[in-house]
């Protein structure tokens, strides 16, 4: 019996979702739950799960093909069949059909459940990492080495990534055969190029490598009237990204406030934890202290964990922290959520922002995990930046960016001396919270930072 596969909603009212690639190909016997495709949505990469166990007869759209959600994605002949019915999202959401792994349970209103807490321990063994990556995350965040590769797995890395190869010329199967069981980058893709060159006298010969580039001049384009561009299709996370912060910019009235504090303090405690830590305990730094102290004053000040609710004509304030932690990847800026934050413990902070990180730079964070943040953090430091005005993400009330921690002269109990400074940008919803509020927030998140033993007063 013939039956056609619709995509699903893969989560949260996502309307499309764009065909990375497909893992298997027309009359290749499946089985329930197998791994059909990997399909990029507004806000993450997922893997599509087979809802049936039969034969493909069909594959509907290539890869690189947006498809609306409801939209014929794969046909199945399917043994012992009674009826043809095909799968459509609200099979899924009405729960008639079986819960397939990946499309998540129906969707229910109010906050997403909580999730219990993994363990700290156990986190993995710190390696090093090209540079190239570790820019694109927050710099507390640490490397685990994963686990020993799948025999037969594909390749680890990111679209963007498998273009470039693909139009080098590069087989990146190759690429991880000397890497191992790691997230390939554009770097590893030029590098082995190179490799690869020196290898062959200075010239590329894989097969299907790229051509060597020719003598010939080439024609003039100034001269011509021309000039080069480059056309970057907006979708996936970039698209999302862009409409989100257009609405939250035109819709809440931005105020932002600056404050810059000496981190002395902080800095000696983080060194001196890293010091009698375990050789398998999460990295703290200082986003993770940061983390910690905007959750001790959010509890004093609520307003800055609060949502405006036009609708209903009320402000919410949340009694907990889901706090936010952007994240900068190939794919764009996301922002993923650390549920239930205030009861976090430092070194539970540490390790649930490592677990973020690792998983944001993977591309495969779940959609529900980048939404219904009350509060967010954005670590610009990594980058060398010392403020900036960050702006809100939609539905919350306040965002901190994080400056580079510097080493300049500063004023210390009556004398000039070299302190470790840094400076706080808080922007905040001024509809919700006025500027004497947002002052004191700042001030109190910066008190913690200077002294750190003042936590103990906010607790």
Same mark, same amino acid.
């Given at each position: 019996? %013939?039956?056609?596969? $619709? ?11 764009? =065909? *990375? #690639? ?22 993450? =990469? ?32 399917? +043994? ?53 990556? &570790?820019?694109?995350?927050? !710099? ?9 590769? *799948? ?6 890395? /990111? ?27 554009? !770097? ?5 190029? +190179?490799? $690869? ?17 020719? /003598? ?15 056309? =970057?299709?907006? &979708?996936?996370?970039?698209? !999302? ?50 983390? %910690? ?55 539970? $902070? ?7 990180? &690792? ?20 670590? =610009? ?10 702006? @809100?993400?939609?539905? #919350?009330?306040?965002? @901190? ?22 400076? @706080? ?28 033993? &003042? ?5």
């Amino acid at each position: 019996m %013939k039956q056609e596969f $619709l995509l699903p909603d893969l989560g949260e009212g996502l309307t499309e979702a764009e =065909i *990375v #690639q497909w893992l298997v190909a027309e009359g290749d016997t499946v089985t329930l739950n197998q791994t059909l495709a990997e399909v990029e949505t507004a806000k993450a =990469i997922v893997e599509l799960p087979s809802p049936h166990a039969g034969v493909i007869t069909a594959l509907h759209a290539g890869a690189g093909d947006v498809v609306a959600v409801g939209a014929p994605l794969v046909g199945f002949e399917i +043994e012992g069949a009674d009826e043809p019915a095909p799968t459509s999202p609200s099979a899924v959401e009405e729960g008639s059909g079986p819960n397939l792994v990946g499309y998540g349970a129906a969707p229910s209103s109010g906050r997403p459940q909580r999730r219990a807490r993994r363990a700290v321990a156990g986190a993995g063994t710190v390696v090093a990492t090209d540079a190239e990556v &570790r820019v694109a995350a927050p !710099h507390d965040a640490i490397d685990v080495l994963p686990a020993p590769p *799948v025999r037969g797995e594909r390749p680890r890395s /990111t679209p963007p990534v498998r273009a470039y190869a693909k139009g080098l010329g590069v087989d990146l199967v190759l690429v991880a055969a000397e890497l191992g069981d790691w997230v390939i980058t554009r !770097h590893d893709v030029d590098a082995y190029r +190179e490799r $690869l060159g020196r290898r062959v006298n200075g010239t590329i010969a894989e097969a299907g490598a790229a051509p060597a580039a020719t /003598t010939e001049r080439a024609p003039d384009r100034r001269a011509a009237g021309q000039r080069a561009t480059t056309r =970057i299709p907006i &979708r996936g996370v970039r698209k !999302h990204t862009a409409e989100a912060m257009v609405q939250s910019a035109f819709t809440a009235p931005h105020v932002t406030t600056f404050h810059t504090v000496d981190v002395t303090a902080t800095s000696e405690l983080i060194a001196s934890l890293r010091a009698s830590a375990a050789p398998d305990a999460p990295r703290i730094g200082v986003l993770t202290v940061v983390a %910690k102290a905007v959750c001790l004053a959010l509890g004093r000040h609520p307003g800055l964990n609060s949502r405006w609710d036009g609708e209903a004509g009320e402000i919410v304030q949340q009694h907990f922290v889901d706090l936010g932690i952007a994240a900068a990847t190939e794919r764009g800026l996301i922002v993923p959520i650390i549920r239930d934050a205030e009861s976090m413990a430092l070194g539970e $902070l540490a390790g649930a922002i490592a677990e973020l990180t &690792r998983t944001a730079r993977s591309g495969k964070t779940p959609p529900a995990d980048l939404l219904g943040g009350t509060f967010s953090l954005t670590n =610009i430091g990594v980058f060398g930046i010392d403020a900036g005005t960050p702006i @809100l993400p939609p539905g #919350q009330t306040g965002i @901190l960016a994080l400056g580079a921690v510097r080493r300049l002269p500063w004023e210390h109990r009556g004398e000039i001396a070299l302190r470790d400074v840094m400076t @706080l940008s808080l922007s905040f919803d001024h509809r919700i919270v006025d500027g004497a509020e947002g002052a004191q927030f700042l001030k109190a998140v910066a008190d913690v930072l200077q002294e750190p033993g &003042r936590a103990m007063l906010l607790g």
